[in-house]
Each structure stands twice: as C-alpha cells, then as structure tokens.
C-alpha cells in the first residue's frame, strides 16, 4: 500500500508561479511512477504531468511547454510540480498518484496509477 499526501496547494495570481509537492510511503519509491492530473468542477480527471521511474517525464499535450514540469527526488520520496504563469483556468483540485506498473514511458490516464493522493485546491486568480 502506498499513501500519497499533497502540499503546496493554494490561491496564486495568473503569471506566478507555485510548486505542488507529493511524499510517498514505501521504501521503494525509487521505481514507482508518479502523475499528478487534475480535476475541475464538472469535468473529468486529466493528466497534468507524469513521470516513470526512469525518469522519463511527460505533459499534457495542451498545455505550453514549461508551463508544468514535474521533477522527483528518490531521496526524499517526493515528486513535484512545477507551475510556471498559470492562468485562471487551470483553477482545479491536483491529484498526485502512483503505479508499481515499471513502464518506461510514465502512463497517462487515470487508469494507469492505482495510488491517489487525497487532493489539493489550486485557484489562480486573474
């Protein structure tokens, strides 16, 4: 069982930046993959950013390059993310999860993690 807890979540002005964290439990953090997606009011659960456990990252294909980077730390049983000049309509809750699916390209439906965080709030105000 994995056990997945968000921070870093809040209110952030449209063009700031914020960065999301996620610790994990378990002592093989190393070789898990991680997501982080995101879910509005009234819309389905999407990708944000992915990252497998060879270290290959992928985004979500609409949005600008650099504008989410995700980035771990082994060490620390921790995966980030990077939110770069957000805009208001990526307002929603973040999710971070997990898979001890060892898939070289980071999986990038929802379907493909089996461990979800609880969630945090963003809000981008404008």
């Known amino acids: 069982q994995v056990q997945l807890a968000e921070s870093g ?70 995966v980030y993310l990077h939110m770069n000049s957000p805009k208001p309509e990526d307002t929603a809750d973040y999710y971070c999860a997990a898979t001890m699916s060892r898939t070289v390209v980071p999986g990038r439906t929802p379907e493909d993690y089996e461990y979800w965080g609880q969630g945090i709030k963003v809000t981008v105000s404008s």
């Open 9 to 78: 979540g809040g209110l952030v002005q449209a063009g700031g930046s914020l960065r999301l964290s996620c610790a994990a439990s378990g002592r093989t953090f190393g070789s898990y993959g991680m997501g982080w997606f995101r879910q509005a009011p009234g819309k389905e659960r999407e990708l944000v950013a992915a990252i497998s456990w060879r270290d290959i990252a992928t985004h979500d294909a609409d949005s600008a390059e650099g504008q989410f980077t995700i980035t771990r730390d082994n060490t620390k049983n921790t």
